[in-house]
């Protein structure tokens, strides 16, 4: 059964998504309006995580702009005691590249969040950074022709929020059992943020990967993001919140 499907034209294409069995997807191709059929050319996920029922809507200037729902993924009985269950994504923007290969990234608006920087610490081969209270954003890219591991993890017990290698034999992530390809003259490049459980992170502008982790009792969880391979480059900001109370203060 599709979930809640959407078709809309996009950078002088055509683009259908949906949603089925926990998994997003999308098709790209070309509407004929003499015949009313839509001719598909390629096909992919919009994110291989924690990730469901997106739609899209047209920002100001006319982007295309996706959100999605994240669902839980801890026991129902915790949400329940909770009070509450599932969060809505971070905006990301939608565009058709001239061969069908949807394309997204965070919406630039996002930048004005940000705050100081935070430390990165460098070894031979690899750059670490600490995320307190799992709240920050990070960039970071690596060497096309060289493999280099990305791992978030729990500093309490080193739990493993999510993975991503780069396998350069054959230009693409790995993520979650999925394999994202990027075209050869692409760098491997990756955009997290952290917010409290959640971690939404989009892979070379291709896909997204949202995971949910949980800190002990009301406390979010403090995590460590590690690079691993030669020629890694990295840089990370804290967020601020969008209001004194992030729901219900304007300003």
């Known amino acids: 059964m599709w979930e809640c499907p959407e078709f809309f034209a996009l950078d002088g294409g055509h683009v259908l998504i949906w949603s089925t069995a926990g998994k997003v997807f999308w098709q790209s191709g070309r509407l004929d309006t003499s015949t009313m059929l839509f001719h598909s050319a390629k096909t ?4 291989v995580g924690a990730y469901y029922a997106p739609k899209t809507q047209l920002g100001e200037t006319g982007q295309r702009i996706l959100w999605g729902w994240i669902p839980e993924r801890r026991p129902e009985a915790e949400y329940s005691a909770a009070g509450w269950a599932g969060v809505m994504s971070l905006p990301r923007v939608l565009h058709l590249d001239a061969d069908g290969t949807l394309r997204m990234k965070m919406l630039p608006a996002l930048n004005e969040l940000r705050g100081e920087a935070l430390p990165t610490v460098e070894s031979p081969g690899a750059v670490s950074i600490r995320f307190p209270e799992a709240n920050g954003e990070m960039e970071c890219s690596g060497a096309a022709a060289a493999g280099f591991d990305f791992v978030l993890t729990t500093v309490a017990n080193g739990t493993e929020v999510l993975k991503i290698s780069w ?18 003259d692409e760098t491997p490049r990756l955009h997290l943020f952290l917010d409290a459980s959640v971690a939404e992170m989009i892979l070379g502008e291709r896909t997204g990967y949202t995971a949910r982790f949980y800190g002990a009792g009301s406390g979010a969880a403090e995590l460590t993001a590690r690079i691993e391979g030669p020629g ?17 203060t304007p300003g």
């Open 167 to 184: 396998l350069p034999d054959r230009h693409a992530f790995s993520a979650n059992g999925r394999e994202i390809a990027l075209s050869q």
């Open 232 to 248: 890694v480059t990295a840089s990370a900001w804290k967020v601020r919140p969008i209001s004194s109370n992030r729901l219900t």
């Open 44 to 47: 992919g996920e919009l994110d």
